[in-house]
């Protein structure tokens, strides 16, 4: 009589903490996403305000009732925009009294 060898396939996943620095002086949209290992990727990344400098690019919608500036051109809050999405500095939409979307842009530090 054998004994039923129970193989243990043990994948040894080890997670690394991984510290995001804000590096503000770098572009902030590369898009060069090459890390497939994000179990629940938000739709929407969001970044910190203060890492978005003045004459950082930002998006609008050119419709008259939007009040809002984005960080993303592809940010779910500019869905609804029956107008044109247009970029521009954030000094820009900040003198157009425009104020940064709370979807896309975080009043607080991400971690
Ligand atoms: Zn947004």
Known sequence: MKLNNYRNLISVGIGFAILSFALPSCSLFGGD?????NEEAPEVHRVFIDSIHPD????????????RFHASDSCTGL????????????????NKKRTHCQICISDEQVE
């Open 79 to 94: 869905n609804g925009c029956r107008k044109e999405v247009r970029g521009l500095t954030r000094r820009e939409a900040e």
């Open 56 to 67: 950082d690019t930002v998006y609008i919608c050119t419709g008259s009732g939007s009040k």
């Open 33 to 37: 996403s090459t890390t497939g290992e």
